[in-house]
């Protein structure tokens, strides 16, 4: 086996995963004597076709002779017709598709691989759509929890005091600019640790003020009445 080759890594917030498919993808061409031209790195959601990175790369087709990912489900996770464009445009163009920790699929023809591939497309796609099911039920149940103790004033992954709030506020009317309210302004995480408030906060804080009492609370911009007996 010689040629050329590009490898694609679609990287995620672990850095551990990046380095390990990086490694592997090299591994596998040392091993096969491919020369590795370049290697891809695409940080856009493997749930999105248009991703600028996979574009460019499929654009320059002419410059490779192999594309080669550690494993299929990080080319997409949009379903088997997606996946069934990307392998069918690769090769058409003469690129052999290689996936290095599905050895198996170079032992089988044309069509079975094709299936098989098709199959672990459909896979990864509810897999990804499990895992946003699962996001959802997380928030859902936060919520409820919140409205239950109507007590904070909670933006994101992040529950900031209602006073903190309110300071900010304040101190944006005394003509302070984001960055001097954010140097000013700290507060308390779960784990203990003192963070100041990002410019982002204190936007949304500015945008969506917390109530003059503590019978509502605010949840990711999402108004929550609190109820009463």
Not at 6 to 19: F, M
């Amino acid at each position: 086996m010689a040629g050329k080759a590009y490898g694609y890594v679609r990287v995620s917030t672990n850095k551990q995963d990046n380095e390990r498919q990086i490694y592997e993808i090299k591994d596998f061409c040392k091993r096969n004597d491919i020369e590795l031209i370049k290697i891809i790195k695409d940080q856009e959601s493997g749930g999105a076709l248009q991703r600028t990175k996979l574009k460019e790369a499929l654009e320059k087709t002419y410059k490779y002779d192999y594309f080669i990912v550690q494993h299929s489900s990080r080319l997409t996770r949009l379903g088997s017709g997606d996946f069934k464009y990307i392998i069918h445009h690769l090769t058409h163009h003469g690129v052999i598709f290689k996936s290095v920790s599905q050895s198996y699929l170079d032992l089988a023809n044309a069509f079975i691989r094709n299936i098989i591939l098709e199959f672990t497309a459909e896979m990864d796609k509810e897999e990804r759509a499990e895992l946003q099911r699962r996001v959802k039920s997380k928030y859902n149940a936060k919520k409820a929890h919140a409205e239950a103790l109507g007590k904070k004033v909670v933006w994101g992954r992040k529950e900031l005091p209602k006073e903190k709030a309110e300071e900010i506020i304040r101190l944006r009317e005394a003509g302070l600019s984001y960055r001097a309210i954010a140097n000013k302004v700290t507060y308390k995480l779960k784990n203990g640790k003192i963070k100041n408030v990002s410019h982002g906060t204190i936007r949304k804080v500015l945008k969506n003020p917390p109530p003059k009492n503590d019978s509502q609370i605010h949840i990711e911009n999402v108004n929550v009445q609190k109820t009463t007996d």
